[in-house]
T-cell receptor, first 112, second 121 residues
Framework: AAGVIQSPRHLIKEKRETATLKCYPI?????VYWYQQGPGQDPQFLIS???????DKGSIPDRFSAQQFSDYHSELNMSSLELGDSALYFC???????????FGPGTRLTVL | AQKITQTQPGMFVQEKEAVTLDCTYD???????LFWYKQPSSGEMIFLIY??????QNATEGRYSLNFQKARKSANLVISASQLGDSAMYFC??????????????????FGQGTILTVHP
């Protein structure tokens, strides 16, 4: 069965640089979520989209923005990167907000 | 206030034995979902089992079962016949099914702190 695809899997950036993370949901899933998991921590909700519209927003810094495109893939844009942004970033998708969320393999971002 | 609490930072179990991972939650929402995810050392987040707040029976998925005690607000994961490959971090998560005026539920997950399970041969 098709799973959530995230790219890149690993990303190394310098402070103050920008990064773009991509997420391709499971086919026919219309809802996408982004989570951030710091080292040794539980995942924290950042933002979600339903049918290409932002549906909810969590503890996402103003330096971050995201969108969902017409083909339902989503991108998380991160600017002015800080050391504290180093984390595992997950995208999850579901067939509506009340369906089970299936996670992608994550993008491990390291900010030097 | 912590919405999901996992009080066991680490658990050990002998191969082929059963183990219970604890999870308690706090919500005033009458409709919610409870999930367990497994995170191996490789990092991916694997869905294991789901329990809806209105489900009358405890959920089961193969060797996984969820001991749902609604009055106690607990949703413990039971793994039967543990295998070496079960060694991983396990997260309990809750989705509060808030429906806004537009009929859309937000759906975000709130996670517990996780429990590291180690299976000994």
């Amino acid at each position: 069965a098709a799973g959530v695809i995230q790219s890149p899997r690993h990303l190394i950036k310098e402070k103050r640089e920008t990064a773009t993370l991509k997420c391709y949901p499971i086919p026919r899933h219309d809802t996408v979520y982004w989570y951030q998991q710091g080292p040794g921590q539980d995942p924290q909700f950042l933002i979600s989209f339903y049918e290409k519209m932002q549906s909810d927003k969590g503890s996402i810094p103003d330096r971050f923005s995201a969108q969902q495109f017409s083909d339902y893939h989503s991108e998380l844009n991160m600017s002015s990167l800080e050391l504290g942004d180093s984390a595992l970033y997950f995208c999850a998708s579901s067939a509506g907000a009340l369906d089970t969320q299936y996670f992608g393999p994550g993008t491990r971002l390291t900010v030097l | 206030a912590q919405k999901i609490t996992q009080t066991q930072p680490g658990m050990f179990v002998q191969e082929k034995e059963a183990v219970t991972l604890d999870c308690t939650y706090d919500t005033s929402d009458p409709s919610y979902g409870l999930f367990w995810y497994k995170q191996p050392s490789s990092g991916e987040m694997i869905f294991l089992i789901y329990q809806g707040s209105y489900d009358q029976q405890n959920a089961t998925e193969g060797r996984y079962s969820l001991n749902f005690q609604k009055a106690r607000k607990s949703a413990n994961l039971v793994i039967s016949a543990s295998q070496l490959g079960d060694s991983a971090m396990y997260f309990c998560a809750m989705r509060e099914d808030f429906i806004n005026a537009g009929g859309t539920s937000y759906g975000k997950l709130t996670f517990g702190q996780g429990t590291i399970l180690t299976v000994h041969p």
